[in-house]
Nanobody, 124 residues
């Protein structure tokens, strides 16, 4: 069982940066794929990025080059650094965890663990 708690959301101006954090419980953190999704108002939840325990990273095309996922296995924490933010990045951002990486992340299908989300609002 994994519990995830996000932090770091807030209001930021367009062009600014924000770093989200996700603290995970459990002693087997490194065995999980950790990642981020977001859900804009009125839209479906979409996958953004994932990072395997060994360091491999994967990004959705929509955020590649602007967002960076990292993890500190010693702190059981995963981060999402978001740069050059745009108003369309406004969304609730969710941390997620699963044992495997694949279409479950890209298609948001069958991810086992979720945080409650943190709101990011980008003003124009």
């Amino acid at each position: 069982q994994v519990q995830l708690v996000e932090s770091g959301g807030g209001l930021v101006q367009a062009g600014g940066s924000l770093r989200l954090s996700c603290a995970a419980s459990g002693r087997t953190f490194t065995t999980y794929v950790m990642g981020w999704f977001r859900q804009p108002p009125g839209k479906e939840r979409e996958w953004l990025a994932a990072r395997l325990g060994g360091g491999s990273t994967y990004y959705a095309d929509s955020v590649k080059g602007r967002f960076t996922i990292s993890r500190d296995n010693a702190k059981n924490t995963v981060y999402l650094q978001m740069n050059s933010l745009k108003p369309e990045d406004t969304a609730v951002y969710y941390c997620a965890a699963d044992r495997t990486y694949g279409s479950n992340w890209r298609l948001n299908s069958g991810i086992n663990y979720w945080g409650k989300g943190t709101l990011v609002t980008v003003s124009s």
